[in-house]
């Protein structure tokens, strides 16, 4: 699986949007891109996930660069329960040889502040 | 309600005692997963599971066993041979498809060896 890199961590006032970056230049076309964060104390939750297309959801929203190379979760009114670590994952499909292992990086500590 | 349960939410041994965590899930999910996190680090893969009556090694596995007799149950018992068992244990589970392949985690169970 690729190898990403976030900001150690960010700050967000409450009720303005969240920009989370990552970069994962080393992507390959059968590889998608996943977010989890994780809240103190919890177990990860999924965010989104996308290929090339941006996505949205409920949650948030994924924006993929044209390249590929690097990617932005957006939370668009942050609240203060939006304060956790955010992973980005870069990963292929399970099946075959793959069977789904989650490699989570270091992440961005997102602290939304009132 | 679906989701995945684990039990306890924290759990002290003593040293040189086995101990059984709990994982139970509800989805109708083929595949489930056993992690380890320690503090500031991300989570290590230690034993996952494709389907019933079979099971695989992960990254960390030494210390470590589990069994699959259930698709909804998939229990994870730490040995007295795991040198340092004291962490966060997260199960998770996976729905598969053709343009998803999400991981559902339950909420941990914190191990602390006295």
């Known amino acids: 699986d690729a190898k990403t890199t976030q900001p150690t961590s960010m700050d967000c006032a409450e009720g303005r949007a969240a920009n989370l970056p990552c970069n994962h230049s080393?992507?390959?076309?059968?590889?998608?891109v996943y977010w989890y964060r994780q809240i103190h104390s919890q177990g990860p939750q999924y965010i989104i996930h996308?290929?090339?297309n941006n996505e949205t959801n409920e949650m948030a929203s994924l924006i993929i660069t044209e390249d590929r190379k690097s990617s932005t979760l957006i939370l668009p009114h942050a609240t203060l329960r939006d304060t956790a670590v955010y992973y980005c994952i870069v990963r292929v499909q399970a099946g075959g040889t793959s069977y789904g292992k989650l490699t989570f990086g270091q992440g961005t500590i997102l602290t939304v502040h009132p | 309600d679906g989701g995945i349960t684990q039990s306890p939410k924290y759990l002290f041994r003593k040293e040189g005692q086995n101990v059984t965590l709990s994982c139970e899930q509800n989805?109708?999910?083929?595949?489930m997963y056993w992690y380890r996190q320690d503090p500031g680090q991300g989570l290590r893969l230690i034993y996952y599971s494709q389907i019933v009556n079979d099971f695989q090694k992960g990254d960390i596995a030494e210390g470590y066993s589990v069994s699959r007799e259930k698709k909804e149950s998939f229990p994870l018992t730490v040995t007295s041979a795991q040198k340092n068992p004291t962490a966060f244990y997260l199960c998770a589970s996976r729905v598969g498809g053709l343009y998803t392949d999400t991981q559902y985690f339950g909420p941990g169970t914190r191990l602390t060896v006295l």
């Open positions: 989805l109708n999910h083929d595949a």
């Open positions: 996308g290929l090339k």
């Open positions: 080393t992507i390959s076309g059968n590889e998608y």
